[in-house]
């Protein structure tokens, strides 16, 4: 059965960086697009950004367009969201799916102090 796994995810201040991973398992990684959600409480999941089997991107959020980016490497099962310039608002539980197969992580938490 598929699964996929964040981390990465820590507390840093307004203008820093860091770099999520999502690790996937039990399914072909390389056959299939992947994606990075964001979820704050009381507010709907939002996609973030979307990446295809050959390393071409899907649509951005406007509000991260220039700031994240987002690659994969198939050799290690593994898609990474660089997440450069930080705001207080990108603070998020941030989620990594495969659409086609409806996975989903458990998460892992972002917060931007101001």
């Known amino acids: 059965q598929g699964q996929l796994v964040e981390s990465g995810g820590d507390l840093v201040q307004a203008g820093g960086s860091l770099t999520l991973s999502c690790a996937g398992s039990?399914?072909?990684?390389?056959?299939?697009?992947i994606s990075w959600y964001r979820q704050t409480p009381g507010k709907e999941r939002e996609m973030v950004v979307g990446i295809e089997i050959d390393g071409r991107l899907t649509s951005y959020l406007p509000s991260v367009k220039g700031r994240f980016t987002i690659t994969r490497n198939n050799d290690e099962d593994t898609v990474y969201l660089r997440l450069n310039k930080l705001q207080p608002d990108d603070t998020a539980r941030y989620y990594c799916?495969?659409?086609?197969?409806?996975?989903w992580g458990q998460g892992t938490q972002v917060t931007v102090s101001s």
């Open positions: 799916t495969v659409p086609m197969l409806n996975i």
């Open positions: 039990g399914f072909i990684f390389r056959d299939y697009p």
